[in-house]
């Protein structure tokens, strides 16, 4: 059985070429630009406010779900016969004989290589 590559973000939706969804660090960035370029005599309310900072949350809350499903999904596949395409364009296949993370993303360990899961291109 032969399946596409895995997407292991969910930063990978596009409209028009650019990313439909942000990240925690561009989040803030943006409340920070918001909260410092404001109308002093019109400023944010407490509920916006606190309505942001809750959207931050649950926007921080379903980043770490999906690291969670992709982890799990990750070790579904210890055992599996799986073929991945390195960055540097050399092809490699093998047994998923472990997995890791690392700096939040997810490595298979393939004939003692450590391989990026979004490497992927095929699991028999």
Same mark, same amino acid.
């Given at each position: 059985m032969t399946i596409g590559a895995i997407q292991t973000s969910t930063n990978t939706a596009t409209f028009g070429g650019s990313r439909a969804t942000m990240d925690t660090y561009q !989040?803030? %960035?943006l409340l920070i630009v918001e909260l410092t370029s404001q109308n002093p005599?019109?400023?944010? %309310?407490? %509920?916006? !406010?606190?309505?942001?900072m809750a959207q931050l949350n649950t926007a921080q809350q379903m980043e770490r779900i999906g690291g969670l499903f992709t982890t799990f999904q990750a070790a579904g596949l210890i055992g599996r016969e799986v073929e991945a395409v390195l960055p540097t364009g050399a092809r490699l296949s093998?047994?998923?004989?472990?997995v890791q993370m690392s700096a939040g993303r997810v490595f298979l360990t393939i004939n003692g290589e450590a391989i990026p899961m979004e490497s992927l291109r095929a699991i028999r």
């Open positions: !989040f803030l %960035r005599m019109d400023p944010v %309310r407490d %509920r916006d !406010f606190l309505a942001q093998g047994k998923v004989e472990g």
